[in-house]
């Protein structure tokens, strides 16, 4: 079951740049956990970025602190994720979820999670 409707992603070459976008339900309040997680082979998904929308509270790997950024339009109910100076590391399948959650903490962990996109691939060559 896909609930949210994520498009973007492909490839590019070291140092490129991709913009990941998430089409979200109407929330009527706020409390609610949204974000990026990739997943590679052999791994769970982890969380690359993450953002509680009751404060704005974000919520970063250390790897893509400074070359990514998460970003919400509320009006149009979408999820961005805006990834810059792209690594090889970086390469894998990013998931965008969201879920009702009442504190920032669990924003980082899948189980906070029960709505997700259907993935899409990233695949950045060296």
């Not at 990941?20 to 309040?29: D, G």
């Not at 990739?38 to 982890?46: A, D, F, H, L, T």
């Not at 919520?59 to 805006?82: C, H, P, T, W």
Request: proline share 2%; net charge negative.
């Amino acid at each position: 079951q896909i609930t949210l409707m994520q498009s973007g992603g492909g490839s590019v070459q070291a140092g490129g740049s991709l913009r990941l976008s998430c089409a979200t339900s109407p929330f009527t309040v706020r409390g609610h956990c949204l974000g990026w997680f990739r997943q590679v082979p052999g791994k769970g998904r982890e969380a690359v970025a993450t953002l509680y929308d009751v404060d704005g509270q974000t919520y970063y790997a250390d790897s893509v602190k400074g070359r990514f950024a998460i970003s919400q339009d509320i009006d149009e109910n979408m999820l961005y994720l805006q990834m810059n100076s792209l690594k090889p590391d970086d390469t894998g399948t990013y998931y965008c979820a969201a879920d009702e959650s009442y504190a920032a903490f669990y924003c980082r962990e899948t189980v906070a999670y029960g709505y997700w996109g259907q993935g899409t691939q990233v695949t950045v060559s060296s």
